[in-house]
């Protein structure tokens, strides 16, 4: 089956509408204590996110959701920042396929091979 290319499906609250990546980022950064480098096109439950470049997931253990980037087709809604509810199985499969970010160079997983924690300097 083809991932789907609609959030909505996802359900959840918008957070940020109209956002750039760096006011994403520095939201999940503020609000979660672990994030991760998402790349366009990665597929999330079965809906393939729309991203302009990489961006931050990130997670919120404690309150079971997840922060999710995700830029819409629709005319002038630019970039959306959803929080969602996650189980257990969601946090693990982001931590698993989202573990390493690539260094300066863009080679992955030569500089950061561990998951991000809130204050470590992104490469």
Same mark, same amino acid.
């Given at each position: ?16 509408? *109209?956002?750039? %990546? ?16 998402? %790349? %366009? ?45 996650? *189980?257990? *199985? ?34």
């Amino acid at each position: 089956m083809m991932p789907s290319c609609c959030v909505n499906s996802l359900g959840g609250k918008v957070l940020l509408m *109209d956002a750039t %990546p760096e006011e994403v980022n520095s939201y999940v950064k503020r609000h979660c204590k672990e994030y991760y480098e998402i %790349p %366009p096109g990665f597929v999330f439950k079965g809906i393939r996110m729309l991203l302009k470049e990489p961006m931050l997931v990130g997670l919120q253990v404690k309150k079971g959701r997840i922060l999710l980037p995700f830029t819409k087709r629709c005319p002038n809604l630019g970039t959306i920042l959803y929080e969602i509810v996650a *189980d257990e *199985d969601d946090l693990n499969y982001i931590r698993s396929m989202l573990k390493s970010a690539p260094d300066e160079e863009g080679v992955p997983g030569s500089a950061s091979t561990t998951p991000t924690e809130v204050g470590e300097r992104i490469p």
